[in-house]
Nanobody, 129 residues
Framework: VQLVESGGGSVQEGGSLRLSCATS????????LAWFRQGPGKEREGIAF????????YAESIRGRFTISKDNQQNIGLYLQMNDLKPEDTAMYYC???????????????????????WGQGTQVTVSS
């Protein structure tokens, strides 16, 4: 699985950015898709998860400001719309994918980064006050 992020950059506090992740996943492929970030001196944290059925979940720190979405082109594109950015959002942002398992229903998105098998190279977001 190939994942390539783009869209990072430097913005002022209160600004917006839209991150993109081009994937090699075919549409309707049963994967969990997610965005993680790692700020300076911090551990990598999961901030937005998209279940195979499309239901999103968010970390408390970004809920109401960020939106995860995907398109259903032949190869899936994953996005993270980030509004009202704050200096504490400064981090390297990564998209990740994990293959789901079927046991009567599709498994749920894992929450830990160690459970994801596929990662992009990251895109830097810097928010200045």
């Amino acid at each position: 699985v190939q994942l390539v992020e783009s869209g990072g950059g430097s913005v002022q506090e209160g600004g917006s950015l839209r991150l993109s992740c081009a994937t090699s996943l075919l549409r309707y492929t049963p994967y969990c898709l997610a965005w993680f970030r790692q700020g300076p001196g911090k551990e990598r944290e999961g901030i937005a998860f998209l279940e195979f059925g499309g239901s999103p979940t968010y970390a408390e720190s970004i809920r109401g400001r960020f939106t995860i979405s995907k398109d259903n082109q032949q190869n899936i594109g994953l996005y993270l719309q980030m509004n009202d950015l704050k200096p504490e959002d400064t981090a390297m942002y990564y998209c990740a994918a994990d293959k789901l398992k079927w046991s009567g229903e599709w498994s749920k998105c894992p929450q830990k980064d160690s459970d994801f098998d596929n990662w992009g190279q990251g895109t830097q977001v810097t928010v200045s006050s």
